[in-house]
């Protein structure tokens, strides 16, 4: 293994889910939904797969059902207009998305601010990339009286300097679920624009908003679309994570950077997935919203749940993911609390920890998925209450 993967073993979500197969736990760590996405998008790609749509290599920017689809849905829910043909393109899921970014934006020596836990492909794309992380951490506090992690932005700014090439955002973010503010994405912005940044944004859990909170995306702020990636998935929006399909929307100077790094990574994938994704995106809003109203019941069960076990809980705005703090139950290492759940109580979770730099900021921290069925949830609760 080379100098710049050196320090990345496997991946958690693999070593947890191994983990959970191996002494069957109920695995509450790797984040994928229990239960697959519309039954009539399920259709969609048996009927492509039938009639021959995508069972060869697709065109590499995407097939253009599903690139039209993606600017409609921009246009729809948030005013933003991209042309199919220049400004939207089809990757392997937002996994490929943010490796082809990076890879295409970073020169070796750049430094990318990123926030703190992060995303664990962010920092072995920087590293793939030649490029230097700077994290900016969010922070234990509160959001709307209740407890969150929350972005500095006096830290962010500090963390731009000369050789800052791009702010890499995650909103809504895995593993804290804080949802950016519109007060603190017009801020983000702003130093973008005054620094003259690019921004690679995640914003993967878009739908996935609960209460109050609401998904603004930064390329809607003055100055920024000319200099905004944005990045989405079908795999969180639709519950289909095996399909691999997801999308970048981007000025078509930035677009065709992307594009220019894709095109040697996979070249193209999931064929007529694309197309049944391109049907899914059409659905009503009313899915949408079935779809998100489920996962809120969800975090509030499993949010409560962990709550009653003793457990810190920093109940997320968004994503399907609660953070939790251990220390209430006397523990304090979430990496040796993670090894030892299975056996202890017969749930998998995952450390915060590796999603840091930092390691002794995220210590204390373990994410719990509640992208599950409400039994399932019950059944890890009940189990997690006998730690106490
Ligand atoms: N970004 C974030 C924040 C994620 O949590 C994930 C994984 N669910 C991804 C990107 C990867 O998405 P995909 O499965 O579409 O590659
Ligand atoms: N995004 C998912 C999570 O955070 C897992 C994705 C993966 O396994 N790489 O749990």
Known sequence: LNRRLAEFGTTIF????????????????????????????????????????GNQYPPGPGVPELRTAVAAHQLR?????????????????????????LLALLEPGDEVVALEPYYDSYAACIAMAGGTRVPVTLRPGAADGEPAFRLDLDELRDAVTDRTRLLLLNTPHNPTGTVLTRDELAAVAELAVERDLLVVTDEVYEHLVFGTAEHVPIATFPGMRERTVT??????????TGWKVGWVTAAPALLTAVRSAKQYLTYVASGPFQYAVAEALALP???????????????????????????GVYRPAGTYFVTTDIRPLGESDGFAFCRSLPERAGVVAVPNAVFYDHREEGAPFVRFAFCKRVPVLEEAVGRLKSLA
């Open 285 to 311: 809003d009313a899915y949408l919203t079935a779809y998100r109203q489920d996962m809120e019941a969800k975090r509030d069960l499993l949010a409560a749940g962990l709550a009653e076990a003793g457990f």
């Open 231 to 240: 990045i989405g998935s079908a795999g969180k929006t639709y519950a289909f």
């Open 77 to 101: 829910r948030y005013g933003l207009s991209f042309d199919p043909d220049t400004e939207v393109l089809v990757t392997a899921g937002a996994t490929e998305a943010i490796a082809a970014a």
């Open 14 to 53: 693999a070593e947890m889910s191994a983990l959970a197969v191996r002494t069957g736990a109920i695995n509450l760590g790797q984040g994928f939904p229990d239960t697959d996405g519309p039954e009539e998008v399920r259709e969609a790609a048996v009927r492509a797969l039938r009639d021959g749509r």
